[in-house]
């Protein structure tokens, strides 16, 4: 059972468009939703999270917007940059006897041409 | 170090050997997380240490699969007699507190192919 549905699977986007990625999730109990941001070689690193008590956040460029009631959240990067390509995994995490863990989806590889 | 740090970064080996996968995490870092990539896929949750302490191992996906932290810092991942499945890259991670709520700091992981 995938609880992190993550679409597209690819995504080609011309230099200066705006780059969406969209996730949707089935446990109502995640209660925070990260985006990590992956080049090739190198691990994960977090790009931008939000909790469900928000329906949008923004950090630069990137901005997270959630809908409760659907489930779902998506990212939207915004003047998309060739150094933007990279492959992008949403993430949702909930709390269960003191720690927490990341159940990831399956991620979206994202080119932006010059 | 600055970062987590993973060794070795390519592993081959011969089905059927044993390998050893070390994590160093970010010092002082409370909580230390295995995760596992297949290619093309998101990585998928294996165990979590709380200092020297493994609270959960609900990820590792055969009793091949083993981990430990003895001290609370550096942590190995051990795989018994392996298998081609068993081709991925490992990736571990940390963060200061209990949970992967704040960021997390993931390495750049191990690549295992087994052959």
């Known amino acids: 059972q995938q609880q992190v549905k993550q679409s597209p699977q690819s995504l080609i986007v011309q230099k200066g468009g705006i780059s969406i990625i969209n996730c949707a999730y089935e446990?109502?109990?995640?209660?925070?939703f990260p985006w990590y941001q992956q080049f090739p070689g190198k691990g994960p690193a977090l790009l931008i999270a939000?909790?469900?008590?928000?329906s949008e956040k923004k950090e630069g460029r990137f901005t997270i917007s959630f809908n409760k009631s659907a489930k779902q959240f998506s990212l939207h990067i915004m003047d998309s940059q060739p150094g933007d390509s990279a492959t992008y995994f949403c993430?949702?995490?909930?709390?269960?006897?003191?720690?927490?863990?990341?159940?990831f989806g399956k991620g979206t590889m994202l080119l932006v041409s010059p | 170090g600055a970062g987590v740090s993973q060794s070795p970064r390519y592993k081959v080996a011969k089905r059927g050997q044993d390998v050893a996968l070390r994590c160093d995490p970010i010092?002082?870092?409370?909580?230390l997380f295995w995760y596992q990539q297949a290619l093309g896929q998101g990585p998928e949750f294996l165990t979590y240490?709380?200092?020297?302490?493994?609270?959960?191992k609900s990820g590792l996906p055969s009793d091949r699969f083993f981990a430990e932290r003895p001290e609370g810092s550096v942590s190995t991942l051990k795989i018994q007699r392996t298998q081609q499945e068993d081709s991925a890259v490992y990736l571990c991670?940390?963060?200061?507190?209990?949970?992967?709520?704040?960021?997390?700091?993931f390495g750049q992981g191990t690549r295992l192919t087994v052959v």
């Open positions: 240490f709380q200092n020297e302490a493994q609270l959960d």
């Open positions: 991670a940390s963060s200061p507190g209990g949970s992967m709520n704040t960021e997390a700091f």
């Open positions: 446990n109502t109990a995640f209660d925070y």
């Open positions: 993430a949702a995490s909930m709390m269960n006897s003191g720690y927490s863990t990341l159940t």
């Open positions: 939000i909790r469900p008590d928000v």
């Open positions: 010092s002082g870092h409370v909580s």
